[in-house]
């Protein structure tokens, strides 16, 4: 089975069958995003919450907002229709403890959130999730049944 290599602030999409996978997702996010008629599954590993807040912003594979949509796109011209996408989500984490509590730290925390805006906006729904924590994560999203493949160090292995 082929298995497709998403890096970070990167996204690809795959017709079954065949896996995508990403590697250490920390504080970033892994959308996974899959049409369960067609069998087609799309994987971003983004960054950053938002395109809006950095001026170096020509990947929108690395944000939230332009992530989503880009793959989304990607997906459509494979076959997947909209209406069929449903969403998984991991990572997220708090690597680092800080004294203090200010925002621009939590970034884990605010790529959930956005990418949680930005799923509801589009109005594709996330059947589970797996975020939070202080540890990293490896997945692996099989375009056959859509399963998620969650690998953490410490923390074991299970399928969302």
């Known amino acids: 089975m082929e298995v497709i290599k998403v890096g970070m602030a990167d996204l690809n999409v795959i017709k079954a069958p065949g896996i ?4 250490g997702l920390g504080s970033c996010v892994g959308i996974a995003l899959y049409d369960k008629y067609n069998k087609i599954a799309g994987l971003a590993h983004i960054m950053l919450p938002s395109s809006q807040e950095i ?3 020509e990947n929108k594979a690395k944000f939230a907002d332009t992530g989503i949509e880009l793959l989304i796109e990607k ?14 989500i991991t990572g997220g984490s708090q690597m680092f403890s800080f004294n203090n509590n200010s925002n621009i730290l939590k970034i884990g925390e605010r790529n959930v959130l956005a990418t ?9 729904k996330i059947i589970s ?9 490896t997945i692996e999203l099989n375009s056959d049944d859509g399963s998620l493949l969650v690998k953490t160090i410490g923390h074991g292995i299970k399928t969302i």
């Open 55 to 57: 001026k170096n912003n």
């Open 75 to 88: 997906m459509l011209k494979e076959g997947a229709l909209k209406k069929n996408l449903t969403a998984k």
């Open 116 to 124: 949680k805006d930005k799923l509801r906006e589009l109005n594709i």
């Open 20 to 23: 995508l996978t990403t590697l």
């Open 129 to 137: 999730e797996d975020t939070g924590g202080n540890y990293g994560r």
